[in-house]
């Protein structure tokens, strides 16, 4: 096994993520087969209980595992299925030592962070890193480690201790370290790239050789890092370093190159109205913006999000400030579509009821995810059955119409790694619904899930003979999955979390529904002979053209304040 790690320095959030994502892009595109570890120094078990405004999205895998959203970066830019262990953090390192020696595997020593800690780090990378991901047989060729944070954090040193001590373990030839750093570019200057007395400089000062000192300056979309990194000749270098000149060929990105193209070109906007609760970090939603992108990339349009706080839409927001209530109605009224994502907290949940109104009354494509769904079953319940009070136990408990219950096998005193997590089946109750159209037509789906609250089975006799169609639901035929307004061009909702398994290539089916509706072709695009591969298709999906697999990209995503969020790299990097 060969090792690669991407280490940051200056500050946090370089790109550390897009940078070792990349290495693996490249990696894989001369042949070898590519793994990732994420370490997070933080004393969390896993980033299950942190709030979105901490360290952005939750990202969740197959087996449950609650991760950093960089593994969601991995697996999209990769096309992995990682598992829980390929995220360490400080909390998961201490309780497998202290579980040792609670148990007496140490045999009285005194139990210390050199070697005991230092040592479980080691043995935890060793052991992942064999884990096969790619579907294939066997271990991969290269493991690509980040370390999360910045060199010089205390609660990074026993890991940085380890990995030191870890590149003597695993013997010259099998390590390779890239360090990320930022340099300052003056606007005045303008220049995007590192000069070479710059770079000569660097390489005095870091005894790194200046041909190893790479330039990762803004671009258009991400998409473009990889093909930067093979212009410099990374590849070459870490694959010199690893001894594998002789073994992996040239970087075969003629694919890759041709994705970031199309997606420079693209300029038919499709405006989707994001109505969430932490819409002041994109981060926040960066699985459900990635999966809007490959969409509108596979449909050909241009994506914009409009970002509309749910609580603007309130009444209460109407009279304490009508100018952002008015700016956040205008928006979404703008909007070619409507997404609610998922949530906690009763915060905005009333602006979510409008909008999910609102979408469901003017014939508005929707969809929404997990809280979303919740949402759309709670708005028809009060403005088609007429329950007034109709309500999630989570946000009212003494409601006498309980729409959304507490499922009986969750915890309401433990939070961490409680909840119905990872993936799942839902199997279709109607054939032709537009959902199991979008899948391909298929009997069943494996999605993954993150939720406490359920749509109450007590319930759905009430709601589908008022019109809402339950047309998922898991094994047992008690929990809903999946609805839809039949009579609506594209009204659904979803107990799952289908971001998580879209990939740049393999656009999310129910993504591609809801920017197909909004561009107006749905009904085009179900008809299309060839719709049982387009969920999975690399190509054009709605004007008929045939073009490459489009792969993970930085998004331009306008704000309600008018400006744009881009995803940028200014970089320096020691490779």
């Known amino acids: 096994m060969k090792y690669v790690l991407v280490t940051g320095g200056v500050v946090s959030g370089l790109g550390k993520g897009v940078t070792a994502s990349s290495i693996g892009v490249v990696l894989m595109a001369c042949g070898l087969r590519v793994t990732s570890i994420k370490i997070d120094p933080y004393l969390n078990t896993d980033a299950g209980t942190m709030s979105p405004f901490e360290h952005g999205e939750v990202f969740v895998l197959d087996d449950g595992g609650e991760v950093d959203l960089d593994l969601g970066n991995y697996e999209r830019f990769l096309d992995l299925k990682l598992t829980r262990d390929n995220n360490i953090t400080t909390g998961k390192i201490y309780q497998s030592v202290i579980n040792k020696e609670r148990k007496g595997d140490y045999l009285g020593k005194t139990v210390q962070v050199v070697p005991h800690i230092t040592d479980a780090i080691q043995e935890w990378i060793e052991r992942v890193a064999m884990i096969p991901v790619d579907g294939k047989e066997g271990p991969a060729d290269v493991c690509v480690i980040e370390l999360g944070g910045t060199i010089g954090d205390i609660e990074s040193m026993p890991f940085i201790e380890a990995l030191g001590q870890f590149s003597y373990r695993v013997g010259p030839g ?15 200057v303008g220049e995007q790239a590192l000069e070479e007395n710059v770079k000569e400089k660097l390489s005095k000062f870091c005894h790194v050789p200046a041909a190893n000192i790479i330039t990762l300056y803004d671009v258009s979309n991400i998409w473009h890092i990889p093909l930067l990194l093979r212009d410099q000749k990374v590849h070459e270098a870490i694959l010199k370093g690893l001894n594998l000149l002789g073994v992996a060929g040239e970087p075969a990105l003629e694919e890759w190159t041709s994705r970031a193209e199309i997606c ?24 459900v913006l990635k999966a809007l992108l490959h969409a509108s990339v596979a449909c050909r349009r241009k994506l914009v999000v409009e970002w509309v706080a749910a609580s603007d839409l309130e009444e209460s927001t109407r009279i304490e400030a009508p100018d952002l209530h008015k700016a956040a109605w205008d928006l979404l009224k703008g909007a070619d579509g409507v997404l609610v994502p998922g949530g906690f907290g009763d915060r905005g949940v009333q602006g979510k009821i409008l909008a999910a109104k609102y979408a469901r009354e003017n014939d ?9 769904m919740q949402i759309a079953v709670i708005e028809f319940a009060r ?25 009986p096998e969750g915890s309401k005193t433990h939070m961490g790694g409680t909840m119905r997590l990872g993936s799942r089946t839902t199997y279709f109750q109607v054939p032709d619904c537009k959902s199991a159209q979008l899948y391909g037509n298929v009997k069943y789906v494996d999605e993954r899930h993150r939720h406490r609250y359920e749509v109450n089975p007590d319930m759905i006799t009430q709601l589908e003979s008022a019109g809402l169609s339950f047309v998922g639901k898991d094994e047992s035929g008690r929990r809903m999955e999946i609805l839809e307004l039949p009579t609506h061009p594209y009204f659904v909702g979803v107990q799952f979390h289908p971001e998580f398994k879209s990939r740049p290539g393999k656009p999310s089916a129910l ?28 190509n054009s999906l709605v004007n008929g053209t045939s073009n490459s697999k489009i792969y993970q990209n930085g998004i331009k995503s306008k704000h309600a304040n008018g400006s744009h969020n881009i995803y940028s790299n200014g970089n320096g990097v020691h490779a």
């Open 174 to 188: 099998n390590f390779c370290l890239v360090h990320v750093s930022l340099v300052p570019v003056l606007n005045v």
């Open 264 to 287: 420079d070109t693209l300029h038919e906007p499709v405006r989707i109205a994001m109505v969430g609760k932490y819409t002041g970090l994109s981060d926040s939603y960066l699985s």
């Open 364 to 372: 508005i494509p929707f969809l929404g995810i997990c809280l979303g």
């Open 383 to 407: 403005s088609v059955l007429n329950m007034q009070d109709a309500n999630s136990t989570e946000f009212d408990a003494d409601t006498t119409n309980p729409c959304v219950i507490f499922m």
């Open 511 to 538: 993504f591609l529904g809801l920017i197909a509706a909004s561009c107006g072709h749905l009904e085009a695009f179900l008809q299309s002979p060839n719709i049982t591969n387009k969920s999975n298709s690399p």
